[in-house]
């Protein structure tokens, strides 16, 4: 049998881009598709422009919702609550296009595996008017939790996960909304990659990301790009982000295998260490980023002591 794949969507004043994506979604080659969005407030013409595609569709596949109000992130995280145990999901943002044959891509790695199973691809940066400008890096690999903990490499908007996959998650909604996550798709890595779970990265360009004013994280591929985050590792922010993901991870890391729940108690220790101390911890746990000057450059900022956490 085919999965039920249920798309959920965070939106707020997206009406400029909106009947782009929906239209893109309408246009999947895969049709057993549902649509869950949840609205955080908008104050033009989103809701308006969802509703007349849930009435011009007609048959309860796309529902509305309202968001939480705090951000996309607590509004993904609420909608993945709502998504029933047994279905697939799929983030979605409000304003790129899917490729006709995202969703199918994404079903034909899915479906040859048994556990819990996340598939992610490449994206085609955009401009505004999605004009193409360059295909998103490829990550080879490997993916796992040494990789997670200190880089965010599964785009939310080609992640399409399992039933199974779905219900790990389910469990750590909690913890996370506690924790303030900055990010769901990087919580998504964290939590499925120490689960063990089979995590798959595809190199097509499934969708075209358009970049815009209001682009909650935007591309990384550019030296300016580049420079901003390397400035993150050393002004307190990338330090933040990892004591939120460790304070998500740590209520629920009973659903980790042996061997991650250990990694994940070192890398406490490697939070409350700085200076050569810190360095030689990441080197030993062996974390790493998808490019050697990326791992590279965490191991510096470890050194300088920028990554501790704070009291």
Known sequence: MRPLITIIMA???????????LDSILGQSFPDWQLIVSDDGSTDATRQIVAR?????????????DGPCQGATANFLQLLEKVEGDSWFAYCDQDDLWQPD???RAVAHLSQRTGPAVYAARTTICDHD???LAPAPHFPGPFGLRNALIQACLPGNTTVANAAALRLLQRGIVAATQAKIVS???????????AGADIFRDKAQVVLYRQHSANVMGRNDTTRARAARFGMLFDGQ???WLAQNQAALEPVSHLFTAENQRLLRQFGCFLDASGPRAAMLMLRMG???????????????????????SN
Do not use: C, E, M
């Open 11 to 21: 939106t707020r004043n997206g009406a400029d881009y909106l009947p782009t994506q």
């Open 53 to 65: 595609y849930a009435d011009q569709l007609g048959d309860g596949r796309i529902r509305l919702t």
């Open 102 to 104: 995202k969703l199918a």
């Open 130 to 132: 999605l004009h193409p």
């Open 184 to 194: 769901h798709d990087w919580w998504t890595y964290q939590l499925l990659a120490g």
């Open 238 to 240: 990338f330090a933040g």
């Open 287 to 309: 974390l790493y980023r998808q490019t050697r000057s990326g791992t590279l450059a965490v191991n510096a900022a470890a050194l300088a002591g920028r990554l501790r956490r």
